[in-house]
């Protein structure tokens, strides 16, 4: 497939995900999320320290972090199996596109849509609410990055769900599963983790790597500030599982979460790819 | 000649049940085949194989090109029109024409020239999802026609379209027959097979039959049914002649009804005016080749 079939794909792609309405719909909730109104009325009052903005971005990241699969999971996760139920799917596949083509292109456009979102969400946010200065534009861009880094996961496992499922409505029942997972169950089976497990620190540093939505909240954090001034202003920014890793891998941490987070985006990449290049395209 | 299309020993299973078991045809350049077979025989199947929609073991190859190993550069020389037409319905007839023109590799005139030979010209800013069934297909052929693919297949082609779209549509295939397109045209008794060239019967994942209509229809030994109204006084004289052509008489309701093959038909009529019979009525049922492809697909069994 030529380079211009490709991007034009990518760019199909794209432009119908800008028009899914749970992307409007995610970007409208996800931008008051961001610029957190309860601030603002706390900012126009004066009641906040001039030296909020390192705390505040922390708890915002606390806040924000859980809710940002919910914009990738159902979207990826439809995205495939959609085309698989209404045909569009052969009937693309029936040209010169290969698999792997489309699967690009697909995750490409959904990726784009779906990043400009969370980079408009937070950097309107930051722009008209924080009043962000040109030093604190450094910190909210590793915030971005990691939100988009987690983006990516998200929109990469809920594709994989899409790739394996044969209806829109199971996909949609097992993305928001996932969100599910991430976002409560995995919480109260760390906190089980602590309360009954002998050798827990390792256990709980495994579960809490293994959960995307925890650890890249945990490493935008970290970047709000320095370790040192998080641990001396409020140390339950970073919570429990944050301080647990914190705890073991010190000045390390911001790697091994990286480096976790890294691994799931290709391991995932590459789950996606193969899978989709074996199975019948029906 | 070499073929455009050839399909070698194909097999498909999914999960325990086996959809193809060892479908072998060719297709020639600027010839018309029909894949004729009922549902459930398989021919959707064959058609995803060799678009490569599909994993299969066998080997099939477009126009030399090994659909396992080089499926896009092999696609890129058919033109697929699906039996249900998907689209993305939130675009117009020409983007949606402009986006599989550009996955095509179409030319701008390309895109232009397809449109109107569907007839699609006028209509092109009309949304996808308005359109009815019969121009639905018609986007279909001009999206397949896209890149001037040298091998078109349609999968039930006229299977949802009304009775004028059907003829409308049969026009258009003949057109483009006649300015030298090959066709796989998968179908389950359409009326089609005056397009075809040659038919390949499937059923139940085989081949079961494989040659030009004629050749099919003498393997069949299709036979016309003559109901004749004679004289009751000439009545043993006109069935003796149809015994003497091998064919046992029946009669019902004063008429003498009679199994003959096309060739003998005109001899036995011909016999009976030698002989003083006069007939006072006569209907010819003439054998229908569909539902007679039906009882091959039955004996097949």
Redesign the interface.
Known sequence: ??N??LW??VY?YFK?SL?QRWLIIFSVIFFFLAINVPTLVLLSANYLPPNYLPLYLSYLVSLTFPYLPLLALPMGAISVVQEKE???L?????????RH?YLFAKLTGLLLATTAVVVIGYGLAALIAYRVSLSHYITMGEIILVAVILNAIMLLLAMLVSILTKRRETALGIAIAIWFLFAVISNLGQLGIVLNTTHATSYFILFTLLDPTESSRILAVIGTQTLTDILLTNPTQLGVTGDTIVGVFGSQSTTVILSTLLIWLFALASLCFTVFR????? | MVEILSVNNVYKNFGKASVLSGVSFHVKPREAVLLLGPNGAGKTTVI?CI?????FTGSIYVDGIDVKSE???A??K?G?L?Q?????E?LTIEQHAK??G????ASRNDIEKSLEIAGLQDVRNRMVKALSSGMRQRLGLSIALLGDPPLLILDEPTSNIDIEGQLEFRKMLQRLKEIGKTFLISTHLSGLDQLANRVVVLNSGKVVAEGTSNEILHKLALNDRMYIKVDEAQLSVASQAASNFGCVPEFKDGWLIVTLSPADKGQFLKGLFDKGVKINDLIVEQFNVESEYVKLLRVSK
């Open positions: 497939m030529g211009y079939s034009t794909l199909h119908e028009r209404s045909g569009t052969q009937y693309i596949l029936s040209t010169r596109v290969t083509g074996r199975q019948d395209a029906t | 995803k678009l490569g929609l599909l994993n499926g896009n550069v696609r890129a058919i697929y699906p249900i037409s998907s689209y993305y939130t986006l599989m550009n996955l095509k590799g």
